[in-house]
């Protein structure tokens, strides 16, 4: 029903930026909550940072100022800038869709590695 295409994954110094884009199809993205989270290996995935369809956002924590979260509705695409990268960031980063009206429904994108490394 909803399918979430990710892309700019990559691998970057320690210090630098990296852009991730998802673009949504198959629905009206304006109404599900859009989201980024990580998961390491070994570890579990753990949100990283969320948008509402009115455009309000959340961190976690441990990227609070370093990322930020923003949505293209015209566009039906939704970004993660992350900026002052360190090694603990190297995870697969996953697209995340809730529909706001009913959370029963939610998707995930395929997931694009990100490696911080000298």
């Known amino acids: 029903q909803v399918q979430l295409v990710e892309s700019g994954g990559g691998l970057v110094q320690p210090g630098g930026s990296l852009r991730l884009s998802c673009a949504a199809s198959?629905?009206?993205?304006?109404?599900?909550?859009m989201d980024w989270y990580r998961q390491a290996p070994g570890k579990q995935r753990d949100l990283v940072a969320g948008?509402?369809?009115?455009?309000?956002?959340n961190y976690a924590d441990s990227v609070k100022g370093r990322f930020t979260i923003s949505r293209d509705n015209a566009k039906f695409v939704v970004y993660l800038e992350m900026s002052n990268l360190k090694p603990e960031d190297t995870a697969v980063y996953y697209c995340?869709?809730?529909?706001?009206?009913?959370?029963?429904?939610?998707?995930w994108g395929q997931g694009t590695q990100v490696t911080v490394s000298p």
């Open positions: 995340h869709a809730a529909l706001t009206t009913n959370q029963r429904y939610q998707y």
């Open positions: 198959g629905s009206i993205f304006r109404a599900y909550t």
């Open positions: 948008i509402t369809p009115g455009g309000s956002t």
